[in-house]
């Protein structure tokens, strides 16, 4: 990620609109995941809101519990009021089944809990930290949160991961460059039903990858086969019999039968591949 002179005036220009734009709303809820994106949306909305703003984190088995504990970190190193719901989005059939929407369901479960604690304690607005890229992808939550009227001002002020990315890293958030991190789910082969015990394995196969050094990477679900995927520049590392060796065997005492690694490395939403043009086509849709 490089920035001219330029790019760093685009991005404090669009960073003025943010924070104008959180103070026309006078109070806020964010949906927080402790990623990059929602977690500069929080860090701003509570610069300029205080404590007319709450994060909140949703807790489910599709949250890694590191990811939890980091988010509940940053969280408590910038003083962002915090308060985490449980979501029960393994209980509904439509989400399990794990189709193209299974991300429309689980933002709804979400975005419907958010609108009941946001009429207990006095909140009139929901936002979540979609950015200006993600207007590109194939993001059926996005639906979901226009259905429940739920903000996006990250992209609305036409802020791009670059772009957040660089204005965190000004403000010395220790998050700046912290890879993706979707929710386990989003690892599972679609149409394979998702349970706790797939998520289980998905889960502790990750992190005995991370125990190995690796940064950047995904271990995609598809049955008795976790398909391994390593960021290109990581991937000279895990090309050796000896690492090879290290990775099958963590992968099998996370209870997968076969383990192959993706010789075109990791790609944020590989799984996507599979669905048909005219789904992809609707991007938010």
Same mark, same amino acid.
């Given at each position: &990620?490089?920035?001219?002179?330029?790019?760093?005036?685009?991005?404090?220009?669009?960073?003025?609109?943010?924070?104008?734009?959180?103070?026309?709303?006078?109070?806020? &809820?964010?949906?927080?995941?402790?990623?990059?994106?929602?977690?500069?949306?929080?860090?701003?909305? +509570?610069?300029?809101?205080?404590?007319?703003?709450?994060?909140?984190?949703? #807790?489910?088995?599709?949250?890694? %519990?590191?990811?939890?504990? $980091?988010? =509940?970190?940053?969280?408590?190193? $910038?003083?962002?009021?915090?308060?985490?719901?449980?979501?029960?989005?393994?209980?509904?059939?439509?989400?399990?089944?794990?189709?193209?929407?299974?991300?429309?369901?689980?933002?709804?479960?979400?975005?419907?809990? &958010?609108?009941?604690?946001?009429?207990?304690?006095?909140?009139?607005?929901?936002?979540?930290?979609?950015?200006?890229? #993600?207007?590109?992808?194939?993001?059926?939550?996005?639906?979901?949160?226009?259905? +429940?009227?739920?903000?996006?001002?990250?992209?609305?002020?036409?802020?791009?991961? #670059?772009?957040? %990315?660089?204005?965190?890293?000004?403000?010395?958030?220790?998050?700046?460059? %912290?890879?993706?991190?979707?929710?386990?789910?989003? =690892?599972?082969?679609?149409?394979?039903?998702?349970?706790?015990?797939?998520?289980? $394995?998905?889960?502790?196969?990750?992190?005995?990858?991370? $125990?190995?050094?690796?940064?950047?990477?995904?271990?995609? +679900?598809?049955?008795?086969?976790?398909?391994?995927?390593?960021? =290109?520049?990581?991937?000279?590392?895990?090309?050796?019999?000896?690492? &090879?060796?290290?990775?099958?065997?963590?992968?099998?005492?996370?209870?997968?039968?076969?383990?192959?690694?993706?010789?075109?490395?990791?790609?944020?939403?590989?799984?996507?591949?599979?669905?048909?043009?005219?789904?992809?086509?609707?991007?938010?849709?």
């Amino acid at each position: &990620m490089s920035t001219t002179p330029s790019t760093i005036d685009s991005a404090t220009t669009k960073l003025n609109a943010l924070e104008d734009r959180l103070r026309s709303l006078g109070s806020l &809820m964010v949906a927080y995941s402790g990623g990059v994106d929602s977690a500069f949306l929080a860090a701003v909305a +509570h610069r300029v809101l205080g404590d007319r703003m709450l994060a909140v984190l949703a #807790d489910s088995p599709s949250l890694a %519990r590191r990811d939890m504990e $980091q988010a =509940r970190a940053f969280a408590e190193s $910038q003083g962002i009021p915090l308060r985490i719901i449980q979501t029960e989005e393994l209980s509904n059939p439509d989400y399990q089944r794990n189709d193209a929407s299974r991300c429309f369901h689980c933002k709804t479960e979400l975005f419907e809990g &958010m609108k009941k604690l946001g009429a207990e304690l006095g909140f009139a607005n929901i936002a979540y930290g979609m950015n200006a890229d #993600d207007r590109r992808d194939y993001r059926p939550g996005q639906r979901a949160a226009e259905e +429940h009227e739920v903000l996006a001002p990250l992209a609305e002020a036409g802020l791009t991961k #670059d772009e957040i %990315r660089s204005l965190a890293k000004d403000a010395d958030y220790t998050l700046w460059d %912290r890879p993706a991190a979707p929710c386990l789910s989003s =690892r599972v082969e679609y149409g394979r039903t998702v349970t706790r015990e797939v998520l289980d $394995q998905i889960e502790r196969g990750e992190e005995s990858l991370r $125990q190995l050094g690796f940064r950047e990477f995904r271990v995609r +679900h598809h049955g008795e086969i976790a398909r391994v995927e390593i960021s =290109r520049s990581e991937m000279p590392r895990a090309m050796n019999m000896e690492m &090879m060796d290290a990775i099958s065997a963590e992968l099998r005492k996370a209870g997968f039968k076969y383990v192959t690694l993706d010789t075109s490395g990791f790609r944020s939403g590989s799984l996507n591949a599979v669905l048909p043009a005219d789904v992809l086509l609707r991007r938010g849709a």
